[in-house]
């Protein structure tokens, strides 16, 4: 498994992206999931979609993954498009005798040099003989990412990665993934629950609630209407929006965030959240105010 730095991403553009959505719409039992939502994930970026719970994160996920039809709208990959996917948990029989290693290959054989990069790039290094039913829930996570790195994806889809870890698990996590992305140059859709948090090393952040609310790179979210609604001065400061400088660079123009503007039903503190997407010229704001159930 090779973990050298890969060339330098390409501008943004339609024609570069590697994954994306055109307005697409989910429903399940009748019931709208997502309405008319559009993005796209440019070659080396890392994106963070947040929201509250229900507002449609992981059928996001599942419908740019191929594992859930959409409705309406279409999903676009990158022809041979290789793709990493770390789930939410991993659910094993905890009297099944299997190690690190014979899980990493599963469905097929990979060598123990590529399982042992694999496990050195997440974080999970010694952790090959370990059975993986008595791992911590943070050596599960790594070890899933390990799993995911062996094909050397071109991009991460990361499903609340740091679901049930401590403070300082998830930083630690987080500054895992932005170096992961410094080594292999390869992008990271990352969703998460926890709307007061957004990743640091993120270069944008999209805001879903059935459909995107607002979108940009962190310090711009962070003036729009809707990441106010959520954190603004009733919170005392306690839920902060927090970002780090790295060194690899897109180059956003603060003033393309496109924030649609919606009522209280998208983005108050029991139903909304802030995010980073697009530039206005690539990604539209949804014009539904649909909500999942």
Same mark, same amino acid.
Do not use: W
């Given at each position: 498994?090779?973990l050298?730095?890969?060339?330098?991403?390409?501008?943004?553009?339609?024609?570069?992206?590697?994954?994306g959505?055109?307005?697409?719409?989910v429903?399940?039992?009748?019931?709208p999931?997502l /309405?008319?939502?559009?993005l796209?994930?440019?070659?080396?970026?890392?994106v963070?979609?947040?929201?509250?719970?229900?507002?449609?994160k992981?059928?996001?996920?599942? &419908?740019l993954l191929? &594992?859930?039809?959409?409705s309406?709208? /279409?999903?676009?990959?990158? /022809?041979?498009?290789?793709?990493?996917?770390?789930?939410q948990k991993?659910f094993l #029989?905890?009297?099944?005798p299997?190690?690190?290693a014979? @899980?990493?290959s599963?469905? /097929?054989r990979?060598?123990?040099?590529? =399982?042992?990069? &694999?496990?050195?790039?997440?974080?999970?290094?010694g952790?090959a003989?370990?059975?993986i039913?008595?791992?911590?829930g943070g050596?599960?996570?790594?070890?899933?990412?390990?799993r995911?790195?062996?094909? =050397?994806?071109?991009?991460?889809?990361?499903?609340?990665?740091t =679901?049930?870890?401590?403070?300082?698990?998830?930083?630690? @996590?987080?500054?895992?993934?932005?170096?992961?992305?410094q080594?292999?140059? +390869?992008?990271?859709?990352?969703?998460?629950?926890?709307?007061?948090v957004?990743? *640091?090393? *993120? #270069?944008r952040?999209?805001c879903?609630?059935?459909?995107v609310? +607002?979108?940009?790179?962190p310090?711009?979210?962070? =003036?729009a209407?809707?990441y106010?609604a959520l @954190?603004?001065p009733g919170?005392?400061g306690?839920?902060?929006?927090y970002r780090h400088?790295?060194?690899?660079?897109?180059?956003p123009?603060p003033?393309s965030?496109? *924030?649609?503007?919606?009522?209280?039903? +998208?983005c108050d503190?029991d139903?909304g959240?802030d995010?980073?997407?697009?530039p206005?010229s690539?990604?539209?704001?949804?014009?539904?105010?649909?909500?999942?159930?």
């Amino acid at each position: 498994m090779n973990l050298m730095h890969r060339p330098k991403p390409k501008s943004a553009g339609a024609d570069t992206a590697l994954l994306g959505a055109q307005a697409i719409s989910v429903e399940r039992d009748g019931r709208p999931v997502l /309405r008319d939502v559009t993005l796209s994930i440019q070659p080396g970026e890392i994106v963070t979609i947040v929201g509250p719970n229900g507002s449609g994160k992981t059928t996001l996920l599942r &419908a740019l993954l191929g &594992a859930e039809a959409v409705s309406s709208g /279409r999903v676009v990959r990158k /022809r041979g498009l290789r793709v990493g996917y770390v789930p939410q948990k991993l659910f094993l #029989d905890p009297s099944l005798p299997m190690t690190v290693a014979r @899980f990493l290959s599963l469905p /097929r054989r990979t060598g123990a040099a590529a =399982q042992s990069a &694999a496990l050195q790039a997440a974080g999970a290094t010694g952790l090959a003989q370990r059975p993986i039913a008595a791992l911590s829930g943070g050596q599960t996570q790594r070890v899933l990412l390990a799993r995911a790195l062996l094909d =050397q994806p071109e991009i991460l889809l990361l499903d609340e990665p740091t =679901q049930g870890l401590d403070q300082v698990g998830a930083a630690a @996590f987080y500054q895992m993934v932005e170096n992961l992305r410094q080594q292999t140059g +390869c992008a990271v859709l990352m969703v998460s629950h926890e709307l007061h948090v957004v990743m *640091s090393a *993120s #270069d944008r952040v999209i805001c879903l609630n059935g459909h995107v609310c +607002c979108h940009g790179t962190p310090e711009v979210v962070a =003036q729009a209407e809707e990441y106010r609604a959520l @954190f603004g001065p009733g919170t005392k400061g306690t839920l902060a929006l927090y970002r780090h400088q790295h060194v690899h660079s897109h180059d956003p123009d603060p003033q393309s965030l496109h *924030s649609h503007v919606h009522g209280p039903e +998208c983005c108050d503190g029991d139903g909304g959240a802030d995010g980073v997407g697009e530039p206005a010229s690539d990604v539209p704001a949804a014009s539904s105010a649909g909500k999942d159930g």
